[in-house]
């Protein structure tokens, strides 16, 4: 890559080695030092030149997107639900498709003044800091069992002045409620599925879940009935294939209009429960 010397020529040869036009465009913009959604600057300044400590880091960078890491990890930020969080590798990197169960708990919480609420595996923070956001009034805990998260988390929350509560425990152990809402995105994928060689850059524990997937799922369905309020709903994240799995599994704790809900891509990804009401089922 020692030829290129515009920014035209460096994004089209980073798409020759088989990166995304948007992840080479997010790359290059760090890379220069600029906001990372700014790519109407590079539309407007293809033909400027790169300095050479701007291609070198832009070269190393897209060494590291090919051999997988996340965008995310690279630049070191990425925005859901609207907010721009800070990502490392002690978290997962947040997906789009996650925003379909925030947008799933504001619809439930939309009735109740000052609903309370947890994030369950909170990682980077992203589902807790998006539902205080989007209602100020909530009383938010997110919960980790992982320290290092809990420090990315946290220190997300207080760039962005969200009073979101922070807490290192297994799930719901030692969680004192009750919550009109429990919301997850644990881990899901079964421990031998061959899909994780291509997530290797992201922590395991936040992606595997023993034989099936659904060991951690099985724990929080377990712990969360005696946390929720009457009506309050337990809403899960799960795999493409395991909507009817996780239906049963709430079901079977006892809980009440169970439904799924469907991803960018109209597959079913998270699934719902609600504690029963005296008199209402």
Not at 76 to 105: H, M, N, Q
Not at 189 to 206: F, G, R, T
Request: proline letters at 7%; charged letters at 20%; glycine letters at 8%.
């Amino acid at each position: 890559m020692n030829d290129i010397a515009t920014i035209a020529q460096a994004l089209a040869r980073a798409q020759a080695r088989g990166l995304a036009r948007i992840d080479a465009q997010m790359l290059l913009l760090h890379a220069l030092g600029r906001p990372t959604g700014d790519r109407a600057w590079l539309l407007a300044h293809d033909t400027d030149p790169l300095d050479a400590p701007a291609l070198a880091r832009y070269q190393a960078l897209c060494a590291r997107r090919a051999a997988g890491e996340p965008v995310a990890y690279l630049t070191g930020s990425k925005e859901f639900y609207g907010l721009p969080l800070r990502v490392d590798a002690r978290v997962l990197d947040p997906r789009p498709d996650t925003e379909i169960l925030v947008d799933w708990a504001l619809e439930l919480l939309a009735p109740l003044p000052a609903p309370r609420v947890a994030d369950l595996g909170t990682g980077s923070g992203a589902i807790a800091l998006a539902l205080q956001h989007a209602r100020p009034d909530a009383r938010v805990l997110a919960v980790d069992a992982s320290a290092g998260a809990l420090a990315v988390a946290r220190a997300n929350a207080e760039r962005l002045g969200l009073p979101v509560r922070f807490v290192q425990a297994d799930w719901l152990a030692g969680i004192a409620g009750p919550f009109d809402a429990i919301v997850s995105n644990p881990p899901y994928i079964p421990a031998q599925d061959p899909h994780l060689a291509a997530l290797a850059h992201e922590p395991l524990s936040a992606l595997a879940s023993g034989a099936d997937g659904l060991d951690d799922i099985r724990a929080i369905v377990a712990q969360a009935p005696a946390l929720l309020a009457p009506g309050g709903w337990l809403l899960l994240e799960h795999g493409w294939d395991q909507a009817g799995a996780v239906q049963a599994l709430l079901r079977a704790a006892g809980l009440s209009r169970v439904q799924s809900r469907d991803d960018l891509a109209g597959i079913a990804r998270c699934t719902g429960g609600s504690m029963p009401v005296a008199g209402r089922q």
